[in-house]
């Protein structure tokens, strides 16, 4: 597996991560715990050092089942978590005070049967505690030696500048695809002007530029996607299988399959960009790893840019009372 550096305090991961947040939340039932842990070493065996999870995601239970598995090679691996919501649940609203940082900090490092986090992100910008007192926090905890690197997560660009001016920012996690491309107008000029990492989540669309959802497609209970992302209502999915057929046709000049042609398309927009695809099977992992093998570059990358942004997709990504919590 290739690999890459996320920020300026020389961050290696390899070149693809593993988003861990499905295996537990958000698409529906959790993975059985005993399958989840297998995937996660299966992800190690391949190649993978770059492993993201956070307190929300169950909550609580997707960082003990990251913690479980990555126990026995814990110092070859880099582990992400994140802080930022009351108690842990994001329905429940954020929550940036500094005693809440240190909190998810403890709790966290029992449930990852660690003693440091390797990056830890603020999960949503908290509007109630200035972002001076969040990224000081994080410092404090970094000399403390129970983290190692300081990340945000959908933040826009006043609030990076305001934390790296405290404590040097290493990675910005937010959605980025070839279907949603904002990060590209303001975020990643800026991340690039201040020598910090991105990693998208998301990469594969939440699954619909695999071409494996159409608008036929019943999601099970508990999966977000059927309810919640405005992109993926029945009447959008349908008007956006255009574009799923955009995606095929690249895979189909290239010798891949769709989800890995999203990946290269990521992995060839900047050296400090690092996706971290997530799944619940083995041959689906096997697959996504697979897309550092193919090349975009040149002319055919910039035709295809530029014929992705001739499509209109259709729905916003997210509804309104979670899109106001990105972006400040």
Not at 196 to 216: A, D, Q, R, W, Y
Not at 247 to 273: F, H
Not at 295 to 318: F, H
Request: proline residues 5%.
């Amino acid at each position: 597996m290739q690999k890459r550096i996320l920020g300026k305090n020389g961050l290696e991961v390899s070149a693809l991560g593993l988003g861990c947040m499905g295996l537990s939340y958000g698409y529906g039932p959790a993975t059985d715990r005993k399958e989840a842990v297998a995937l996660i070493r299966k992800a190690y065996e391949l190649g993978v050092t770059f492993f993201d999870t956070a307190e929300a995601y169950g909550p609580f239970i997707n960082e003990e089942v990251v913690g479980e598995a990555l126990e026995p090679f814990r110092n070859e691996v880099v582990i992400a978590t994140k802080f930022g919501f009351q108690e842990g649940n994001s329905a429940k609203g954020v929550d940036s005070r500094p005693e809440r940082i240190r909190q998810v900090a403890d709790e966290a490092l029992k449930r990852l049967r660690t003693d440091h986090i390797d990056l830890f992100y603020q999960h949503r910008v908290d509007p109630k505690v200035p972002m001076e007192d969040v990224a000081g926090t994080v410092k404090d905890l970094i000399k403390e030696g129970k983290v190692k690197h300081f990340g945000l997560s959908e933040a826009g660009a006043q609030s990076i500048r305001e934390a790296h001016a405290v404590q040097p920012v290493t990675a910005l996690q937010s959605e980025y695809s070839l279907w949603w491309r904002e990060p590209e107008k303001e975020i990643l000029p800026l991340l690039e002007e201040l020598g910090i990492g991105f990693v998208p989540f998301s990469p594969l669309g939440k699954g619909f530029l695999t071409g494996k959802i159409t608008e036929n497609t019943t999601f099970e209970k508990g999966d977000y996607r059927g309810n919640v992302f405005p992109r993926f209502s029945e009447e959008n999915r349908k008007a956006n299988m255009k574009f799923v057929d955009f995606v095929k046709e690249i895979a189909m000049q290239k010798n891949g399959t769709p989800a890995q042609i999203a990946l290269a398309w990521l992995l060839a927009q900047r050296p400090w960009i690092v996706p971290i695809p997530g799944t619940t099977k083995v041959n689906r992992l096997e697959e996504n790893l697979d897309a550092v093998k193919i090349s975009l570059s040149g002319d055919g990358l910039k035709q295809i840019n530029e014929e992705a942004s001739r499509i209109d997709v259709q729905g916003a990504r997210y509804p309104e009372s979670m899109q106001k919590r990105v972006g400040r």
